[in-house]
């Protein structure tokens, strides 16, 4: 997460009111990573006695923002896992997460820590919306991605060989989309029966 001092985006200039005459409103706007606490000082002074002072602290809640929503994988074997997490920020701390496959519920995985594991049997395009939940409100981020399952198939390739023209080098490649492919060389020798 990224940091920044707290500075002021917007304060009020001095203002002079006349007794009885309409309320002032002062503002006092700062920006900052995390969201600086702001303090106002109210200092009361009619030339007599010493100026009576009173600070006020004020602390800014907001809802969640910042949602990041991470799936760990595209492509995986058929049966294996996705890890989904999802976090935010926001004050007071996200309480509660939940998480929609293609805008249906996911029930399983642990809401509070905003963790989830799936396990896919078919291959699909899907939709991930994460919602982080606090007392002040709620944040979503919405993910798309494909998975494509591969079941680790054992694949033969029968050839007939017919005589000495079949002899020499050939060459065997696997691939399935996940990582490199892989080749294997071998020589074919054909002895003739004599």
């Not at 291959?123 to 979503?140: D, L, M, Q, T």
């Not at 079941?151 to 490649?173: A, K, L």
Request: hydrophobic share 30%; net charge neutral; proline share 5%.
């Amino acid at each position: 997460m990224a940091c920044d001092s707290p500075e002021f985006t917007n304060v009020s200039a001095d203002v002079v009111l006349i007794e009885g005459g309409p309320v002032a409103t002062l503002e006092c706007t700062s920006g900052g990573e995390p969201t600086p606490n702001i303090t106002y000082c109210c200092t009361a002074s009619n030339g007599i006695g010493t100026a009576s002072n009173h600070t006020v602290a004020v602390d800014v809640n907001y809802k969640p923002e910042n949602v990041k929503l991470l799936v760990n994988g595209s492509t995986v074997c058929k049966s294996d896992d996705i890890r989904i997490t999802c976090s935010a920020d926001g004050k007071p701390a996200v309480h509660t997460y939940r998480l929609y496959e293609n805008e249906i519920p996911v029930s399983d995985g642990d809401s509070s820590a905003g963790v989830w594991t799936r396990k896919y049997l078919k291959e699909g395009k899907f939709s991930y919306r994460c919602v982080g939940n606090n007392a002040v409100g709620a944040s979503e981020k919405i993910v798309y991605i494909a998975i494509k399952v591969t079941d680790n198939s054992r694949v033969n390739f029968p050839m007939t060989i017919c005589g000495t023209q079949d002899e020499g080098p050939y060459r065997c490649t696997a691939k399935n989309g996940v990582g490199r492919p892989v080749t294997k060389g071998v020589n074919m020798t054909v002895h003739c029966k004599c």
